[in-house]
C-alpha cells in the first residue's frame, strides 16, 4: 500500500510539472542562498575570532583567580617563566609564553601618556601574537632583560618619538614601591588596528619584573592552540594540569574578550531574523501550492474514497507529495549552495565597501566562507522541515471528505 | 490664627537665616586657610592599607599660599627623594632612579598619587572647589558640642571636573570632618575623613586623615602629620624644579 502512495504521489507531482518546478526553485533559491549566507558567516566569524585572538589576547590564558574581573598589579602568582616552560613541555607546543602587566606613566621629551605596559617573554612571545611579527621599524628585543621597549605605531607617532630615542616609564611597583625607568625604542610595530597601535607598549619580561618590584611573578600564560576547534580541547588538559593549584585557572577566550562572543551573537541573532523570512516565505509557497492542488482534486478524491481509500492515507498522499518536493529541493539547493561557496572558499571573494568594515572587525580584505556539514544541512534542512510542515494544513482538511458529496460538487 | 500664621512663617523661614547667616564657601575657604595656613612645612606618614599588604612611608611637605606644595618622601631608602611639586594645578613628579623630572599630563591626574587612594588631583587641585563649584548649606548638625555644617558643592556646568557633586562636613571651628566625592549617577565613591583632631603649631587640625574607597573597607590610605609649622618663611626656590632636582632645604 505504501508503495501506491508513493507511485501515486509521484506522478500527481508530474501531472503540473511546471506548478512542481516553481515551487522546487523557489526552495532551490533559499537553500543555496542559506548554504552560502551561513558559510560566509561561520568562515567570517571565524577569522574574527582568530585574527583577534592571535594579535594579542591568545585562545586561553592561564590567570589567578580573579585576575580576569580585576587586573591589579597585585592579582599575580609565582614563578611564572618556569610554569611556562613546564606547560610547554606538558602540552607539547610551543605556542604558550608568560606576561606581566602594569600600569605606568611613559613619557617622551614632549609627550606623557597613562599606559597599561607588558612584559614578554621575547623568545615565546611571537608564538602567541602576531604584534612581534608587524614590526615595521626597528627590531624586536634582543634579550629577556634589557632595557629596551617596543611601541605601537600611533603611540610612537603620540609621543613623537623614533627608533633609539628615551622614553621614562614611571608607576608603582607590585610592593607599592616606586617604579621608575628609562628605556630605548627599539622597535615600532604597525598592527593596522588603531585601538592596539595606540595603547600597546612592551617590555622584556625579566626587565619589567625588577622595574616593577614583581619578583618571578607574572599575570598571565597565554597559550594558543593550532585552530580554534582545537581551542577546547588544549584548555581541558591545561585545566587538568593545574587543577591542584587552586589560586589559578584557565580562562577561554570567551571569557577573555567577552565582546567578541557577544558581538558575534548579534549578528547571528540579526542574521536568523532574516533567514526566518525567507525560510517563511518558501514555506507559504508550498502551502499555496498544496492547497491548491488539494482543492482542484477535490472531486477525484471523492472518488479514492469511494474505491476504498482512507481520509488518513489522502492526507498521507498530500504529505508524500511535499516530501518528494522538498527533497528534490534539499538536494539540488544544497548541491548548488555547495559547488558556489566552495569555488569562492577557495579563490575568496570581496565586495565594494568591505575593506573598511573589515579592517575595523579585524579581517582580512578577502572574504572565505567555510563549509561544514552544518553550514551546509542547517538552513536547508530547516526548509525541509518547514515545507512538509505546511503541507499539513491541506492534508488535514482531507479527513473529513466524504465520498459523496465532492464527486457531486465539482 | 495669626499665632500660626506667625508660626508658619518662621518655620518656613529658618532655613534660610542660616543660609543667610554662614556663607558656605567662605566656611570651605577657612577651613583651608585653617589648614595650610599662609605657608607650612609638615612631617607626615603616609600608610597604603590594601587586604593583603600594607605599606608605610613618611614624607616632608612644604606649602605656599593654596597653590603652591612640595612634597618629598624620606623613608624608606628604597624611595626615598621621590618627589612632586605643584604650582597652580600643574604637576611634576622627579625620582632619583631616574633622575628625571617628568610633568604630569592631566590625562593622569586622576591616577594614584604615589601610589596611594589619594589622586594627583586631590593633591594639586586645592582651590578648585571655591572657584568652580555652587555652594549650598544643606544640613547643620551638632555633635561633641561643636556645630557642623553639611555643605554641597556641585560643580559648574563647564568645570573640567569629574565628580557629580562633593560633600563637606565642616565643624564651626573650620575643621574639615569629611569630605565626600560622588560620581554624576549620585553614587558615593570615596571619602576623606578626619580620624583625629588635635593642636599641632598653634593650631586645632586634623592630624590623621584618611582616604577610602566605598565600598572597599580595606582599602584605604591614611596620612598621620607628625609635626607641623605654620606661617613660616619659605624661600622662592624651595618651589622650583631644581630644588626638586637637588634638595637644598
Known amino acids: 500500500m505504501k508503495n501506491i502512495t508513493l507511485r501515486l504521489a509521484w506522478r500527481n507531482l508530474w501531472r503540473h510539472k511546471r506548478r512542481t518546478w516553481i515551487t522546487i526553485s523557489a526552495m532551490v533559491f533559499s537553500n543555496l542562498l542559506l548554504v552560502f549566507m551561513i558559510s560566509l558567516q561561520f568562515g567570517s566569524y571565524r577569522m574574527m575570532i582568530d585574527n583577534t585572538l592571535k594579535s594579542y589576547t591568545g585562545h586561553m590564558q592561564v590567570q589567578r583567580e580573579g585576575y580576569n574581573d580585576d587586573p591589579k598589579i597585585r592579582n599575580s602568582f609565582e614563578a611564572i617563566v618556569p610554569l611556562a616552560e613546564k606547560l610547554r613541555l606538558q602540552l607539547g607546543t610551543k605556542r604558550v609564553a608568560a606576561r606581566a602587566t602594569a600600569f605606568a606613566m611613559v613619557s617622551s621629551e614632549q609627550r606623557s601618556y597613562g599606559l597599561q605596559i607588558v612584559g614578554v617573554e621575547p623568545e615565546y612571545e611571537p608564538n602567541v601574537s602576531t604584534l612581534p611579527g608587524l614590526i615595521t621599524q626597528g627590531r624586536y628585543f634582543s634579550d629577556i632583560n634589557t632595557e629596551e621597549i617596543l611601541v605601537g605605531s600611533v603611540l610612537a607617532r603620540n609621543l613623537r618619538i623614533d627608533i633609539g630615542d628615551e622614553l621614562t616609564l614611571l608607576g608603582s611597583g607590585r610592593d607599592g614601591s616606586f617604579a621608575a625607568g628609562v628605556v630605548t625604542v627599539t622597535g615600532i610595530f604597525d598592527s593596522g588596528n588603531a585601538d592596539i597601535d595606540r595603547s600597546m607598549a612592551q617590555l622584556p619580561l625579566a626587565y619589567f619584573q625588577s622595574l616593577f618590584g614583581m619578583q618571578d611573578q607574572g599575570h598571565s600564560i597565554v597559550i594558543n592552540a593550532d585552530d580554534l576547534p582545537q581551542a577546547a580541547r588544549l584548555q581541558n588538559k591545561a585545566s587538568a594540569m593545574l587543577a591542584a593549584d587552586r589560586d589559578l585557572e584557565v580562562l577561554g577566550w570567551q571569557a577573555l574578550q567577552p565582546g567578541l562572543q557577544q558581538a558575534i551573537q548579534a549578528d547571528l541573532a540579526s542574521a536568523w531574523f532574516m533567514y526566518a523570512v525567507l525560510i517563511v516565505l518558501v514555506a507559504f509557497s508550498v502551502l499555496n501550492t498544496q492547497l491548491m492542488s488539494v482543492l482542484e482534486r477535490t472531486r477525484e478524491f471523492g472518488v479514492m474514497l469511494a474505491l476504498g481509500f482512507k481520509p488518513a492515507q489522502l492526507g498521507g498522499l498530500v504529505v508524500t507529495e511535499t516530501f518528494i518536493m522538498s527533497s528534490l529541493g534539499l538536494m539540488v539547493g544544497a548541491l548548488l549552495g555547495v559547488m558556489l561557496t566552495y569555488y569562492l572558499s577557495v579563490v575568496g571573494f570581496s565586495y565594494p565597501g568591505m575593506e573598511e568594515m573589515a579592517g575595523r572587525f579585524n579581517l582580512p580584505d578577502r572574504m572565505y566562507p567555510s563549509l561544514s556539514l552544518l553550514s551546509i544541512f542547517l538552513g536547508p534542512g530547516i526548509v525541509f522541515i518547514c515545507s512538509v510542515l505546511a503541507s499539513a494544513y491541506p492534508a488535514l482538511r482531507l479527513f473529513n471528505l466524504q465520498p459523496v458529496s465532492p464527486m457531486r460538487a465539482a | ?249
Open chain 2, 1 to 249: 490664627m495669626k499665632q500660626l500664621i506667625v508660626a508658619l512663617a518662621v518655620g518656613l523661614y529658618s532655613p534660610m537665616v542660616i543660609s543667610d547667616d554662614i556663607d558656605p564657601r567662605g566656611l570651605i575657604q577657612k577651613a583651608m586657610d585653617q589648614w595650610r595656613g599662609l605657608s607650612s612645612y609638615s612631617e607626615i606618614s603616609m600608610t597604603i592599607h590594601r587586604p593583603d599588604w600594607e605599606r608605610s612611608m613618611s614624607m616632608r611637605s612644604w606649602t605656599r599660599g593654596d597653590k603652591i606644595s612640595l612634597a618629598r618622601v624620606i623613608e624608606p631608602k628604597r624611595d626615598s627623594g621621590n618627589g612632586t611639586l605643584t604650582k597652580d594645578n600643574n604637576m611634576w613628579t622627579y625620582s632619583p632612579k631616574i633622575d628625571r623630572i617628568i610633568k604630569v599630563p592631566s590625562s593622569m591626574m586622576s591616577q594614584s598619587w604615589m601610589g596611594s587612594d589619594f589622586s594627583n588631583k586631590d593633591i594639586s587641585k586645592s582651590t578648585d572647589i571655591l572657584d568652580e563649584y555652587e555652594h549650598r548649606l544643606i544640613e547643620t548638625r551638632e555633635g561633641e558640642g561643636h556645630l557642623v555644617y553639611v555643605i554641597e558643592s556641585v560643580p559648574h556646568e563647564d568645570a573640567a571636573v569629574v565628580w557629580g557633586k562633593e560633600i563637606l562636613l565642616i565643624r564651626d571651628d573650620f575643621i574639615l570632618l569629611e569630605h565626600q566625592f560622588w560620581d554624576q549617577d549620585e553614587i558615593l565613591v570615596k571619602s576623606m575623613q578626619a580620624r583625629e583632631i588635635k593642636t599641632l603649631g598653634g593650631r586645632t587640625v586634623a592630624s590623621i586623615i584618611r582616604m577610602g574607597k566605598e565600598g572597599a573597607p580595606e582599602e584605604w590610605t591614611e596620612m598621620s602629620v607628625q609635626d607641623i609649622q605654620f606661617d613660616i618663611s619659605i624661600q622662592d626656590r624651595l618651589f622650583t624644579l631644581s630644588n626638586l632636582r637637588n634638595p637644598r632645604e
